[in-house]
């Protein structure tokens, strides 16, 4: 299957820094990225949808000037967690669509990115 | 609201033994998409189901969609200890755009 990195995989940063995380398609062009929160034991909670070229779509609840996302390239989505707190702490995970045809597609995610705010 | 509802939520188990995790929803999706996921890590797609009916084996794992698209299943057979990790399905449309994933299925396979 296709190939989604995310870097960095861990990051520890004092409260009130920002902290940004890049998610790329390796071996295949995404229009579109998704990234996604993770708490332990939890599902995947889907925070906004980036389009290559235009703003992101964030989802309900999701503070879109304090998670900013820039989609500037065909293989390359960023998450910026601007002044983060403790309460931002989680795994967060990027995932790229490849679209197959047919009305067909498939989301290939990175490893993720486990962010400690002390 | 929770599109996609997967049972159980956690299951633990003996080596050997057969399982089955459910994921049904009252939307109806182009595609389903069952994916496992180990800790620190990201989700790794298992399969992808499209039309209503369809079967699709991955060694000991069965997946089936149902006729309708709205819910499907997994099964392992003969559960080793490396199926451990965290079950999950998503569905393609249904009304959102992306992925809408069931809350998981934490499984433990015990020796």
């Known amino acids: 299957g296709a190939v989604v990195s995310q870097h960095p995989s861990w990051v520890i940063c004092k409260s009130g820094t920002s902290v940004k995380i890049e998610c790329r398609s390796l071996?295949?062009?995404?229009?579109?990225m998704f990234w996604y929160r993770q708490f332990p034991k939890q599902s995947l909670m889907l925070m906004a949808t980036?389009?290559?070229?235009?703003?992101?779509?964030?989802e309900q609840g999701v503070e879109k000037d304090k998670f900013l996302i820039n989609h500037a390239s065909l293989t390359l989505s960023t998450l910026t967690v601007t002044s983060a707190h403790p309460e931002d702490s989680s795994f967060y995970i990027c995932?790229?669509?490849?679209?197959?045809?047919?009305?067909?597609?498939?989301?290939?995610f990175g490893p993720g990115t486990r962010l400690l705010v002390l | 609201t929770q599109l996609l509802e997967q049972s159980p939520q956690f299951l633990s188990i003996q080596e050997g033994e057969n399982l089955t995790v459910y994921c049904n929803s009252s939307s109806v999706f182009s595609s389903l998409q069952w994916y496992r996921q180990e800790p620190g890590e990201g989700p790794v797609l298992l399969v992808t189901v499209v039309t209503g009916g369809e079967v699709k084996k991955l060694k000991r794992l069965t997946f089936q969609f149902g006729d309708a698209r709205k819910d499907s299943s997994l099964h392992i057979t003969a559960a080793q200890p490396g199926d451990t990790g965290l079950y999950l399905c998503a569905g393609v449309g249904g009304g959102a755009d992306g992925l809408t994933f069931g809350k998981g299925t934490h499984l433990i396979i015990q020796p």
């Open positions: 995932s790229a669509r490849d679209q197959l045809g047919q009305g067909l597609e498939t989301q290939y």
């Open positions: 071996d295949f062009q995404a229009t579109t």
């Open positions: 980036s389009n290559e070229g235009s703003k992101a779509t964030y």
